[in-house]
């Protein structure tokens, strides 16, 4: 009987059959190009004031604020899985929140109260502090603010002594997120005068204005106290050779690490970073990028650990030298297993 259909001359492959080295799980496994660790990790940490305290954040969830007795644990599981670094960031009560950010330089507030209590419990775990002023500013920007006006230089001094109190207190990373104009330079300057040479800098060097930060604001207060928005210092996000002259200058003034945030909208940049200058860069997988997989997921819209390990293997494939990302423990004990 005469096949309805002729068959397709296949000849022209001449063998070549790509799906050969897919066709088992070892041999997959074998040929991978890029590998996953939970050494790509480091895990974003929120702390708050009390003993024995936990606040859930209604957008991120899975996600808690802790505090600092808590946030040792924390460490403590982050540090058996194999994750090498958590960046800290504070949730200032609102009576020590002023419009000239006083309390960044608190030599005693969360963020350095946290830092040592980690360092004395877990000191091989690398700690990053986030220097930027929302989380202390009484009008939730990043820089103090003047008639309207983000204030650069004044902002900037204000930066230099948090770091300062920050390194005191054992901070390994110095995570500027601000965007103001100069301030790796001097917070590297004044680093080096205090005898701080050895802590390293970790630039938020192309951070966009974005609307996949709301979370975050939530989860360190900040958010509600916003008073217009960060366009002003931020990156335009419809600009990718702005970001690359951002990331050339703060590696001129000192940057041993330059970061790209958010992560998953701008792979492009995170591939162009590393293609073009020749430091580690990493990307923030940023609340909202979390809040869609966990959101969707818990709707049964999508498989939630398979999305998740996509996404953290999508910014390995496009060069990240490591990944901020509130999947980090749940990732690294997958990983482990």
Not at 10 to 29: A, E, I
Not at 73 to 87: F, N, Q, R, S, W
Not at 183 to 191: E, F, H, K, N, T
Not at 211 to 240: H, I, W
Request: charged share 25%.
């Amino acid at each position: 009987m005469t096949e309805r259909w002729p068959r397709h001359d296949m000849s022209f492959l001449n063998g070549v059959r790509q799906r050969r080295m897919r066709r088992t799980g070892w041999l997959r496994d074998m040929v991978r190009e890029t590998v996953l660790t939970p050494h790509d990790f480091i895990w974003p940490l929120f702390v708050i004031e009390g003993q024995n305290e936990k606040t859930a954040i209604r957008t991120m969830p899975g996600v808690e604020r802790m505090s600092v007795d808590l946030l040792v644990a924390a460490a403590k599981d982050a540090a058996a899985e194999g994750i090498p670094a958590l960046a800290l960031f504070p949730n200032t009560p609102g009576h020590l929140r002023n419009e000239d950010a006083t309390e960044a330089y608190n030599p005693d507030n969360l963020m350095c109260q946290a830092m040592r209590a980690i360092k004395q419990a877990v000191p091989e775990i690398g700690l990053i502090a986030d220097v930027a002023l929302d989380e202390y500013s009484s009008d939730g920007q990043d820089g103090l603010v003047r008639d309207g006006e983000i204030l650069n230089d004044e902002t900037v001094n204000v930066m230099v002594r948090s770091a300062i109190v920050q390194a005191r207190a054992g901070a390994d990373i110095i995570a500027p997120s601000d965007m103001m104009d100069g301030r790796v330079a001097a917070i590297r300057q004044a680093l080096d005068a205090e005898g701080f040479s050895h802590v390293a800098i970790m630039s938020y060097s192309a951070k966009f204005a974005s609307a996949y930060y709301g979370p975050f604001r939530e989860a360190v207060g900040s958010g509600d106290r916003l008073k217009g928005d960060k366009r002003t210092y931020q990156l335009d996000f419809a600009n990718s050779d702005e970001a690359l002259r951002e990331v050339a200058q703060d590696i001129e003034e000192g940057a041993d690490m330059v970061m790209v945030k958010p992560g998953m909208p701008y792979l492009d940049m995170v591939r162009r970073v590393r293609d073009t200058f020749d430091v580690p860069v990493f990307a923030y997988q940023v609340s909202g990028e979390y809040a869609m997989i966990r959101f969707a997921a818990d709707a049964g819209a999508i498989a939630g650990e398979a999305a998740m390990m996509e996404s953290l293997m999508g910014f390995k494939r496009a060069g990240a030298s490591g990944v901020l990302t509130y999947f980090a423990l749940e990732a690294a004990r997958l990983l482990n297993a």
